[in-house]
C-alpha cells in the first residue's frame, strides 16, 4: 500500500514537473519566434528578414504570372512591397555584397510583369518600369541578366525516366489539373511508397484525409486561403496530419512537425513517382481555422494538421510555372 502511495505521488510530481518544463519551453519557443522572426520586426534590420519579405512577394508575382486564368494588373501589393524591401536592402547594404540570388530574382518578376503587359503600356505599367529601372541602377543589374520568372512545362513529355536525380529535377510544384478523380488503388499504391518514410522510433504518428467532394475542396480551401487563381483546378486534395497522441515528452514537442513534414516529402514524391502533378498547401494554424478544420473533416482532435496537398493528374498541355529559383549552394551549406 505505501509502496503504491509513493509511485503515485512520485508521478504526480514528475508531471507536475514536466507540465511546468514545458511551459518554460514553449514559452522559449514563444521568445525565439518573437525575437527572431519578421512578425514584429518593424525595421527589418537584416539582410536575411529583409531576403524572407521580399522572396514571399516576389513569389506572389512569379505565380500570378503563371496562373492559367491570367488576371491582368494583379498584385499590386507585391510590387509596392518588392519596391519597399529592395530600397530597404539597398541602404542597408550599401557597399556591401548582396545574395544575388533573391535581387536577380524580384528583378526579373518586376521586368517579367511589365512584358506581360506590354500589349497595354498603361501609367501604371510604366510605373513598375520605372522602379525596375531605379532598382536596375542601384543594384548595377544589367536586364540583358534577368531571367524570366515563368517558365513553360510540357506535362505529356514524361520520359519514364524516375531515377531519383530526374524525379527531384521533374517535381514541381504544379498548379494545373486535369478533372480525373483519382482512383482508390493509385492512391493506395501512392500511400504504400510513401510509407517507407522514416520517423522517431518509428512511432509514425502520420495520418492522411483524402477528398475528392468539390464542395468540402472549396471549403477547406477557403479557410487555407493560398489558392486563390487555381482553386477551380484542384479535384483531389490530401490533408497531411500528426497524431499528436504518439508523442512524449518535451523535447518531442515539435516531432510531429517533423515526422510528418518528412512523410510529406516522400508523399509529394511517391505521386510524382506515380505520375500525379502536385502542390503543397500551407496549413494556416490558429485555433480558429483548426476548429473549423475538425468539423468539416469529422476527425480527432489528437491530429495536428501538417499540410494539404493538392494532386492531380497531369494535364494533356503545356503549362506556364513560376521558376521559384534556387538559392546558390553557399547561400545554403556552411562548413566548420
Ligand atoms: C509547406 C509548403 C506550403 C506551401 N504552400 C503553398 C500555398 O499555400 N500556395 C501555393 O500556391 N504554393 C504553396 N507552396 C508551394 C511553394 O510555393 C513551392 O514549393 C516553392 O515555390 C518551390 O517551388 P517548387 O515546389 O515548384 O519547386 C507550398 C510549399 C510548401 C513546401
Not at 193 to 207: D, F, G, I, Y
Not at 317 to 333: A, F, Q, T, W, Y
Request: charged share 25%.
Amino acid at each position: 500500500m505505501f509502496g503504491k502511495i509513493v509511485h503515485l505521488l512520485k508521478n504526480v510530481i514528475f508531471k507536475s514537473v514536466s507540465v511546468f518544463s514545458l511551459l518554460v519551453e514553449c514559452f522559449r519557443d514563444y521568445r525565439r519566434y518573437v525575437a527572431y522572426s519578421a512578425t514584429f520586426k518593424t525595421f527589418m534590420n537584416s539582410e536575411r528578414l529583409i531576403e524572407g519579405r521580399l522572396t514571399a512577394h516576389y513569389h506572389g508575382i512569379e505565380k500570378g504570372l503563371a496562373m492559367k486564368h491570367f488576371r491582368p494588373y494583379f498584385g499590386k501589393k507585391h510590387i509596392e512591397a518588392i519596391d519597399y524591401y529592395l530600397t530597404k536592402l539597398k541602404k542597408l547594404k550599401k557597399k556591401g555584397k548582396f545574395s544575388s540570388t533573391h535581387v536577380n530574382a524580384s528583378l526579373s518578376c518586376l521586368k517579367s510583369y511589365v512584358d506581360k503587359h506590354d500589349y497595354e503600356r498603361s501609367e501604371y505599367i510604366e510605373n513598375v518600369s520605372t522602379i525596375l529601372k531605379k532598382h536596375l541602377d542601384n543594384f548595377g543589374v544589367s536586364i540583358e541578366k534577368l531571367h524570366s520568372s515563368t517558365t513553360s512545362y510540357d506535362c505529356s513529355r514524361f520520359d519514364g525516366d524516375n531515377d531519383f536525380r530526374s524525379l527531384a529535377h521533374r517535381r514541381k510544384s504544379v498548379r494545373v489539373f486535369d478533372d480525373k478523380v483519382i482512383s482508390k488503388n493509385i492512391l493506395e499504391n501512392v500511400v504504400k511508397l510513401a510509407l517507407t518514410s522514416p520517423s522517431v522510433c518509428n512511432r509514425q504518428s502520420t495520418k492522411l484525409v483524402y477528398l475528392n467532394n468539390e464542395k468540402l475542396i472549396g471549403q477547406l480551401l477557403d479557410i487555407q486561403g493560398g489558392a486563390n487563381g487555381f482553386k477551380d483546378q484542384i479535384k483531389n486534395l490530401v490533408v497531411v496530419f500528426s497524431d499528436l497522441e504518439v508523442f512524449e515528452g518535451i523535447q518531442e514537442r515539435n516531432q510531429p512537425y517533423i515526422d510528418s513534414g518528412i512523410f510529406a516529402m516522400n508523399l509529394l514524391y511517391s505521386l510524382e513517382y506515380h505520375s500525379l502533378s502536385t502542390c503543397p498547401l500551407m496549413w494556416p494554424s490558429t485555433a480558429k481555422n483548426n476548429e473549423r478544420l475538425y468539423s468539416l473533416l469529422d476527425i480527432r482532435k489528437t491530429w495536428e494538421p501538417i499540410v494539404a496537398i493538392a494532386i492531380g493528374y497531369k494535364p494533356n498541355e503545356v503549362v506556364k510555372m513560376p521558376i521559384s529559383k534556387r538559392v546558390d549552394i553557399s547561400e545554403c551549406l556552411e562548413f566548420r
